[in-house]
């Protein structure tokens, strides 16, 4: 079995979104207790550190970052939408919390490179995966896969990088990001119509975006089926040096946002599906982001049967 290291930081229990809010620090908490308990995988825990801002530009442009840690509050929360649309709240301590997100995916990318380490996974809030270039969105304020992936190739010449994002929404940020890049696949398999909207199959970029909208109520058996045709087969064709994994957990069925059934136990075969590609093409290199899950007990199991995947020789 293949050890995994997991990039944590307390910093990012810290970001508050306000009472009610489905993004709120629980999630974390029952992910970090899950994996603490987990006895059947060897498992390095490790604090991520705080993202270089320069790292973050190679994905967002410097006025747009700056004007996000601009708009941080001493007390209280600022929404990055208009009112009442209001949900991705900067809070007091959004700065590090924001920087520890990405900075984890940045020591992701050095441990597989310098460290030669195969698995990562980054147990991380705020998400990111909806963060466009120019725009804070669905929880998320800097694309944290889209900048391990920048960072990937600039600092370690990786030449071709596969994103599989199996969150239920659509990574619109990611495309958004990626849309004209043909060194990057992403794949993405989202319920629709949901939450932002985004991903239907006839959005495919420059042939390196491949979308799998599902509809409501697709089963376990159903979604990887799907998974396997309209992603995995086409990831596969583009070998990718390394994949990266955005992990949703919110198409389970005890979800709240969202309306997939999937069991907890689909994500022990999933994972071992992109694994299966990671070692044929990418020398087994994964690192997977944590995205949303907004049920507790769904979250734990899921990431159980999540890590087991990962720890697939």
Do not use: W
């Amino acid at each position: 079995m293949k050890k995994i290291i997991v990039e944590k930081h307390q910093d990012c229990l810290l970001k508050d979104n306000g009472p009610n809010h489905p993004e709120k620090k629980e999630r974390l908490q029952v992910i970090l207790k899950t994996i603490q308990d987990i006895s059947f995988v060897d498992i390095e825990i490790k604090n991520a550190p705080l993202a270089v801002v320069d790292d973050i530009f190679l994905a967002h442009p410097v006025t747009h970052i700056h004007n996000i840690f601009s708009l941080i509050p001493s007390s209280g929360l600022v929404g990055m939408e208009k009112e009442p649309y209001a949900d991705t709240f900067l809070c007091p301590n959004s700065k590090n919390a924001i920087l520890r997100s990405c900075g984890a995916g940045i020591a992701a990318a050095n441990s597989l490179i310098i460290d030669n380490e195969k698995r990562v996974f980054c147990a991380v809030r705020p998400p990111g995966h909806h963060a466009e270039t120019v725009r804070a969105n669905g929880f998320c304020f800097v694309n944290n896969v889209a900048v391990a992936a920048k960072y990937l190739q600039k600092k370690h010449k990786i030449k071709k990088i596969g994103i599989i994002d199996f969150d239920v929404h659509h990574g619109n940020g990611t495309q958004e990001i990626f849309c004209q890049d043909k060194t990057v696949a992403y794949g993405s398999i989202h319920e629709h119509p949901l939450f932002p909207g985004t991903g239907l199959q006839k959005e495919v970029g420059t042939g390196n975006i491949f979308n799998a909208p599902i509809e409501a109520g697709t089963d376990g058996k159903d979604f990887i089926r799907i998974l396997e045709n309209r992603i995995l087969d086409n990831i596969d064709k583009f070998k990718p040096e390394i994949i990266l994994i955005s992990a949703g957990f919110d198409a389970h069925k005890r979800d709240p946002l969202a309306n997939i059934n999937l069991e907890s136990e689909n994500y022990n075969q999933i994972t071992k599906m992109i694994i299966e590609i990671a070692n044929i093409h990418s020398q087994g290199r994964v690192i997977s982001f944590l995205e949303g899950g907004y049920d507790l007990l769904a979250l734990s199991e899921s990431i159980k049967e999540h890590f087991l995947g990962l720890s697939e020789n």
